[in-house]
């Protein structure tokens, strides 16, 4: 269904070094405000079975064995000390660098990649802080195709039926060939940087869309349990999962 994540072909450009010797870095972006939620408070900091989401989010990549050597947190602007309160209040001790968000996911990104402006060599994943159930195998693949591919996402086929619109009404399209994308997006850092350099278009709804210009963009499978918390009935959801599946 997807193309072999792990295509060890000698000649790829960007098998420079072994996978396991290659820098990794994540930023994490929970700069939104949550607007479809409708809670009192960006959704990122809602509390999920005894934790706030980004808690979550923040252990997935802070696992030893994934081997992400720095973790860099993106928040809303006025948000920076409602963490700090909620890290001291839940305990929260996962080692990361809080940077301020901007006033779009594409701006959130960009400050988050800033950050590592030192970092020359390496894969950086980015990843929404509003999805706190991704296997960690569907963390680690992401990792080892960007590093085999450049840039590699994770995604799933449809379940559902899908319909374009036109000015008759509506169409059935081929869902064998769509499919949804998730995140963790990760991809060559300076692949990366250089996408960001470029101005930001509306089209823009994630990393991948930012990138494709420059370079292929290789697809990864995702997990139907990594969904991201957008609306009130996600957390109910979220939830049931988490306490289903407490090793992911
Ligand atoms: N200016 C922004 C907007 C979004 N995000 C982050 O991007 C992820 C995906 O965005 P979305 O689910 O749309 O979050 P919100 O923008 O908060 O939600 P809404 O669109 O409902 O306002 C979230 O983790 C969100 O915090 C961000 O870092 N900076
Ligand atoms: C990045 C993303 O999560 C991939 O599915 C998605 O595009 C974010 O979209 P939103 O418009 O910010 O909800």
């Known amino acids: 269904m997807f193309a072999d994540p ?7 450009p960007y098998r420079v070094s072994s996978s396991t010797t290659c820098p990794r870095f994540a930023i994490i972006v929970a700069g939104g405000t949550g607007t479809r939620m409708g809670a009192d408070r960006p959704k ?3 509390e999920l079975a005894g934790e706030p989401v980004l808690a979550h989010t923040l252990r997935r990549f802070a696992e030893p064995g994934l081997n992400v050597q720095e973790l860099v947190l993106v928040l809303p602007f006025d948000q920076l000390t409602t963490w700090q ?7 929260i001790v996962v080692p990361h660098t809080v940077v301020e968000g901007g006033a779009t996911r594409w701006a959130s990104v960009r400050n988050g990649l800033a950050h590592l402006a030192a ?3 390496g894969v950086v994943a980015v990843h929404d802080g509003v999805r706190p159930l991704t296997p960690q195998a569907v963390i680690e693949a992401t ?21 374009g619109l036109n000015q008759q009404g509506s169409y059935a399209l081929n869902r064998n060939r769509l499919r949804l994308v998730q995140t963790p997006q990760c991809f060559d850092i300076s692949l990366l940087r250089r996408a960001y350099q470029l101005p930001e278009l509306t089209t823009f709804t994630d990393d991948a869309s930012v990138v494709e210009d420059l370079h292929p963009i290789h697809l990864v499978e995702g997990d139907y349990r990594n969904l991201k918390i957008t609306t009130p009935e996600d957390m109910l959801l979220a939830e049931t999962l988490l306490l289903r599946y407490s090793n992911l």
């Open 6 to 12: 792990y295509d060890f072909s000698p000649s790829h």
């Open 44 to 46: 990122q900091f809602l």
């Open 85 to 91: 309160r909620l890290c001291e209040q839940y305990g």
């Open 119 to 121: 970092q020359t060599n």
């Open 143 to 163: 990792y080892q195709a960007a590093y085999n591919h450049g840039a590699a996402v994770a995604a799933v086929v449809p379940k559902d039926s899908v319909r």
